[in-house]
């Protein structure tokens, strides 16, 4: 089968190799991948930034098939089916345990970049007729982490903040909609702030022009600040997010762009009594979730390109570039 492999700790070391397709061992299934699609995560492992336990590895975590084969003990599923499944594959639903963590596809399992992939039937979901390979392929990190930010949290009328327009922020821009929330978006480009307009964004703000955003948002709310901050960028923004937040609101800490060591001031925590809710993805049923709301509310996900399979280190670079909005997805076999 076509894959790629990482070979070392740069984009430049995903190198174009053929494989045998592999075998699914009991109580997985082996998935003919159509579509993949890139998170940032892809590039902190490309870059060596997050660690693998060995190269060369299969990258990729997001990814949309249909089953091909069935593994021994596997039940509830069959060849023909169309499946995404989840990052974190054995991670069922409930509460996260440490020993469900480790196995992660792209990180310490095989992942997406390759033309097949087994994955344990834990992990999948079933895709709804209506929602395109493609699109399902775009949900697994971003989609499920953008649901867990929103269900639950917001409800008609809620504010909520969003930083940047990358995966994880436009999924977000979509569900809070959906929710009834007013959003206010954050970008460094005002071409990229027009398009979150488009897509229901009420006020945007280019913290490029305005790197006091958060006195912004202050201004925009009337001095009471947002509900919710999704914050997806860390060290760079978080003591703004905290000035930004309402009393009794959430920041709600999803990513590490802007670095990933903290140095914040304890005391607006306190004062206005700020829940800080940390988030690894999801589960399998968080995915299940979000799936279940982008095909209930027709979400069409925010694809900025797509890639030829050949390609997909050019689809990294973009990535790296930050030239995007929304996902980038690599097309295995359409
Ligand atoms: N913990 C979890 O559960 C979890 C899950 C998913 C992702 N993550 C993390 O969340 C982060 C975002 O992931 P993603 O896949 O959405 O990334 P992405 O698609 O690459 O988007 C990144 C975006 O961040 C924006 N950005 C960068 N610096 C910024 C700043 N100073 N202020 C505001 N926005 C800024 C940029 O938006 P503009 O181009 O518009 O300026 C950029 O496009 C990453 O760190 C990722 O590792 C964590």
Same mark, same amino acid.
């Not at 809620?158 to 929710?179: C, H, I, M, P």
């Given at each position: /089968?076509? *894959?790629?492999?990482?070979?070392?700790?740069?984009?430049?070391?995903?190198?174009?190799?053929?494989?045998?397709?592999?075998?699914?061992?009991? #109580?997985?299934?082996?998935?003919?991948?159509?579509?993949?699609?890139?998170?940032?995560?892809?590039? /902190?492992?490309?870059?060596?930034?997050?660690?693998?336990?060995?190269?060369? /590895?299969?990258?990729?975590?997001?990814?949309?098939?249909?089953?091909?084969?069935?593994?021994?003990?596997?039940?509830?599923?069959?060849?023909?089916?169309?499946?995404?499944? @989840?990052?974190?594959?054995?991670?069922?639903? =409930?509460?996260?345990?440490?020993?469900?963590?480790?196995? /992660? $596809? @792209?990180?310490?399992?095989?992942?997406?970049?390759?033309?097949?992939?087994?994955?344990?039937?834990?992990?999948?979901?079933?895709?709804?007729?209506?929602?395109?390979?493609?699109?399902? *392929?775009?949900?697994?990190? *971003?989609?499920? &982490?953008?649901?867990?930010?929103?269900?639950?949290?917001?409800?008609?009328?809620?504010?909520?903040?969003?930083?940047?327009?990358?995966?994880?922020?436009?999924?977000?821009?979509?569900?809070?909609?959906?929710?009834?929330?007013? +959003?206010?978006?954050?970008?460094?480009?005002?071409?990229?702030?027009?398009?979150?307009?488009?897509? #229901? *964004?009420?006020?945007?703000?280019?913290? $490029?022009?305005?790197?006091?955003?958060?006195?912004?948002?202050?201004?925009?709310?009337? @001095?009471?600040?947002?509900?919710? +901050?999704?914050?997806?960028?860390?060290?760079?923004?978080?003591?703004?997010?905290?000035?930004?937040?309402?009393? =009794?609101?959430?920041?709600?800490?999803?990513?590490?762009?802007? #670095?990933?060591?903290?140095?914040?001031?304890?005391?607006?925590?306190?004062?206005?009594?700020? &829940?800080?809710?940390?988030?690894?993805?999801?589960?399998?049923?968080?995915?299940?979730?979000?799936?279940?709301?982008?095909?209930?509310?027709?979400?069409?996900?925010?694809?900025?390109?797509?890639?030829?399979?050949?390609?997909?280190?050019?689809?990294?670079?973009?990535?790296?570039? =930050?030239?995007?909005?929304?996902?980038?997805?690599?097309?295995?076999?359409?």
């Amino acid at each position: /089968m076509r *894959a790629f492999h990482l070979t070392g700790t740069s984009i430049d070391s995903l190198k174009r190799v053929e494989l045998p397709i592999p075998a699914p061992a009991a #109580g997985e299934v082996l998935i003919r991948l159509r579509a993949a699609s890139l998170n940032y995560l892809d590039l /902190m492992v490309a870059r060596g930034q997050f660690p693998v336990p060995s190269l060369p /590895m299969i990258p990729g975590s997001d990814g949309a098939g249909d089953i091909v084969a069935l593994g021994d003990g596997v039940r509830g599923w069959a060849v023909g089916d169309r499946v995404v499944p @989840g990052l974190i594959v054995d991670w069922a639903a =409930g509460a996260l345990a440490a020993p469900l963590a480790q196995r /992660m $596809r @792209g990180v310490t399992l095989p992942g997406s970049l390759a033309e097949h992939a087994t994955v344990p039937a834990t992990a999948l979901v079933r895709i709804p007729d209506q929602v395109s390979y493609r699109d399902a *392929a775009t949900l697994p990190i *971003a989609g499920t &982490t953008a649901w867990n930010a929103i269900a639950g949290r917001v409800r008609p009328g809620s504010t909520v903040l969003l930083l940047g327009t990358g995966g994880v922020s436009l999924f977000a821009l979509q569900f809070a909609k959906v929710a009834g929330a007013r +959003v206010i978006l954050t970008s460094s480009s005002d071409a990229k702030l027009e398009r979150a307009r488009a897509l #229901g *964004a009420d006020d945007t703000i280019n913290y $490029r022009s305005v790197p006091d955003w958060d006195a912004a948002v202050l201004t925009l709310t009337d @001095g009471r600040g947002v509900d919710l +901050v999704v914050e997806t960028v860390g060290a760079t923004t978080f003591a703004r997010s905290l000035n930004a937040v309402a009393v =009794g609101g959430t920041v709600f800490v999803v990513g590490l762009i802007g #670095g990933g060591e903290l140095s914040v001031p304890v005391v607006p925590v306190l004062q206005k009594v700020i &829940t800080i809710q940390g988030n690894n993805t999801g589960s399998t049923a968080h995915l299940a979730d979000a799936l279940r709301a982008v095909a209930t509310n027709r979400i069409a996900p925010v694809i900025d390109r797509r890639f030829a399979f050949d390609d997909a280190p050019a689809a990294y670079r973009f990535l790296e570039s =930050g030239g995007h909005v929304g996902k980038l997805v690599v097309d295995i076999d359409p």
